[in-house]
C-alpha cells in the first residue's frame, strides 16, 4: 500500500460480476481504489438490480442472429439505440433483448418487417380504451390539448369501416 497525502491506496482491485438478469460478466478494473471511500456505495453498482451492459455480438448471441442484423432493426427503427456509442462502448440491455425476440417472432409467424414496426411502435403507447375488440392508445408524450377529438373519431370511423368492408 502507498501512502499519498494521508489517502491509503491498494494495488489494483479486479471485480467480476455476473447480472442476474442474462448472465453476462462484467469486469470492473479500478487502477488506484482508495481504502477510505465509501465501499458500499462502490459495490452498489454489482448490486443483482444492476443493470448488465451487451456488447453487440452479446445481443446477437442471445437473439440467434447476425450482428449485422441486429444493425438493421436499430437503423430501421425497431430496435432502440445503444445506450452507449463509439468503438467497443454499446450498452445493449434486457429492453433490446425483448424487442429483438418480439420482431424475431412475429417475423416467423410471416409478418413483414414494415408491419411489424407499425405494431411494435405501440408497445410504449398508453391504452385508455377497448371496446368490440378495439383499442384505443395514446402516446405518453403527448398533450391532451393538442387531441383534435373531432379528426380523430373521424379517422377511427374511417378505419373501422374499411375494415368492416373487407370482411
Known sequence: ?????????????????TCAGCAIKTKIL??????????????????PTWPCQMTLNDLATRLGVPARQIRFLIAE?????????GRAADGYDETHVLKGQRYLAL????????????LMAFDDAVPILQAGGVELRVIPGISP????????????EAALRAYVAKG
Open 1 to 17: 500500500m502507498i501512502d499519498q497525502g494521508g489517502a491509503r491506496i491498494c494495488r489494483p482491485v479486479s471485480l467480476v460480476r
Open 30 to 47: 479500478s487502477r488506484s481504489f482508495d481504502r477510505r471511500i465509501n465501499v458500499t456505495h462502490f459495490m452498489s453498482r454489482f448490486s
Open 145 to 156: 390539448e393538442a387531441i383534435d377529438v373531432d379528426a380523430v373519431l373521424r379517422a377511427v
Open 77 to 85: 427503427g425497431i430496435l432502440p439505440p445503444a445506450a452507449k456509442t
Open 107 to 118: 417475423h416467423r409467424m410471416g409478418m413483414k418487417p414494415g408491419s411489424i414496426k407499425v
